[in-house]
């Protein structure tokens, strides 16, 4: 990693974005059916989890916008695309199954987004850009799993729309490690901050608090 890091940094690749402006959180797909290693889960996905708690609790002590994602495929499988022809097992998540909820420590609050999406992205033919964008959020911190596919998809989609992504190392899981690593290291590279999410809270605590 050494090597290809130094491969990386003689070619130009990650420079340093910072915390900038308005912040915002986006929590991809920490659903039931991705924390559950007998469905979707596995890998680091629990501790991502766990590792959540805290930073959604952060979020809303300081008044960010919060937005969760999730997938849900229409009950008679009207939707089904290339998505659901690779994986044609997402096709069983439907807004009603258990394992298509939000995960129940991390419920959304009122006022908090939830999109819900048929692709990778959360971002990708929904209204996430233009709710985030209303709210000032210059500076999107991600959280949620799995990391190798719809938080990459999700980063990169945010990156293209302008904001600054800023992702949790601890707060974003896969099941299995190897591709975990490699995106993260490739998302730090090429589309995001990406650190652990106590260094996160180190670098934001002297921003000023709401007073409500």
């Given at each position: 990693m050494q090597a290809d890091q130094a491969v990386y940094e003689r070619q130009g690749f990650g420079a340093r974005m910072g915390?900038?402006?308005?912040i915002g959180l986006l929590i991809v797909d920490f659903v039931n059916g991705f924390a559950d290693p007998a469905v979707f889960g596995g890998g680091n996905i629990p501790q991502a989890i766990a590792a959540?708690?805290?930073?959604?609790a952060e979020a809303r002590a300081r008044g960010w916008p919060v937005a969760h994602s999730?997938?849900?495929?229409?009950?008679?499988?009207?939707?089904?695309?290339?998505?659901?022809?690779?994986?044609?097992s997402m096709l069983t998540l439907k807004e009603h199954d258990h394992n298509s909820a939000i995960v129940a420590q991390l419920e959304p609050a009122e006022g908090e987004l939830v999109v819900r999406k048929t692709v990778p992205s959360a971002f990708f033919g929904t209204g996430l850009a233009a709710w985030l964008t209303q709210r000032g959020v210059r500076t999107l911190?991600?959280?949620?799993?799995?990391?190798?596919?719809c938080v990459r998809a999700s980063v990169v989609d945010a990156m293209s729309h302008g904001f600054r992504p800023v992702v949790l190392r601890d707060c974003v899981g896969d099941r299995a490690l190897a591709p975990h690593e490699a995106n993260l290291f490739d998302m730090g590279q090429k589309n995001a901050e990406v650190m652990d999410s106590d260094a996160f809270m180190l670098a934001i605590s002297s921003l000023p608090r709401p007073h409500y």
């Open positions: 915390i900038e402006g308005q959540t708690v805290p930073l959604l999730r997938i849900v495929f229409a009950d008679n499988g009207s939707d089904s695309n290339i998505f659901s022809l690779k994986v044609p911190v991600v959280a949620g799993a799995v990391t190798s596919g």
